[in-house]
C-alpha cells in the first residue's frame, strides 16, 4: 500500500487538495454532531488506521477487515475527534471473531472500549436504516494520505489528517441504479452505494445523511444510515462491484436493537 502511495504521491496529493477539505473547515454544527462520537484507532506508535463511531458509552463500531489490527492488541486506543487527546483503551471485541470477514454485510465489528465519559454520543435516536433515494451525505474521517505522503511541520496533530469532502455527487444511489457485476436477482437491500470521495484510512466511518433544516435559515439535520467499506473495484460478491460507486452498509437490525 505505501509504495502504491509513494509511486502515485503527486496524483493523490492533487486529489487531496482538489476534493477534500479539513476538519477545521467544518461548521459548528456538524462538529458538535460528530464531536463525541466520531474517532479513529491508533496503534501502540499512535498511528492511525481505521476510522470508527461510538454507539454507546463504552462501545465502538468500525470495519469487520479493521478488526484484526485491532483483536488481541494490547495498546490499540481510539480517539474522538472532538477531543483529540483522550485516549480510550480499546478492550475485547463482541462478540470475538477469529477470522477476517469474507462479505460485505459482515464486515462490521464492535468493541468495548474503556469509557471515557464524555456525554453525547449517538444513540438509537441518531440513528436510521432508511434512506431516500440520492439522500446527500457526509463522510467525516481520518485520511491516510497526507499522513503518509505530505510534510507535517511541529505544531502536527491528527485532526490535521481528517478530511471530508462538499462535492455535489457526496449522494447514496438506489442499489437498482447501480451498475454490477451480481445478477439483478441479488439481494442487495443492505448495500449502500454512494459517491462521496472517500481515501485509504477511511473504513469504518459512519456515512451521515444530511437532511434539509427543520425551520428557515437554520442548520441542517443529520441522522447515521451506515458505515462506509471499500471502493467499489474490490469484491466480486455481496455488494458486489460497484464500479464508479463506493460501498457501505447499512448499520445491522440486531445492533440497532441493541441500542435501544
Known sequence: MLQHLLDSRAKYLAYDRDCFKHYRDLKDHTRNFIGASVGAVFTDDRRFFCAAFRIAADIIMTAGHCANGIDGADKRIFRLVGYPEIEMKILEQIP???????????????FKIQDPAVAGFWTAKNFSRDIAKHQVIIIVAVSLIPKELAEHDSKYTWLDDVRFSRAYSSKTWPPEEVGTNLPSSSNRSECIYHRAPTFPGMSGAPIIAVHAPTKVGGPPTFSVIGMHLRNGAERGEDCGKAFDYNVGIKIPEHVMKAMN
Do not use: N
Open 96 to 110: 470475538p471473531r477469529a477470522e477476517e470477514p469474507v462479505d460485505d454485510f459482515g464486515d462490521y465489528a464492535l
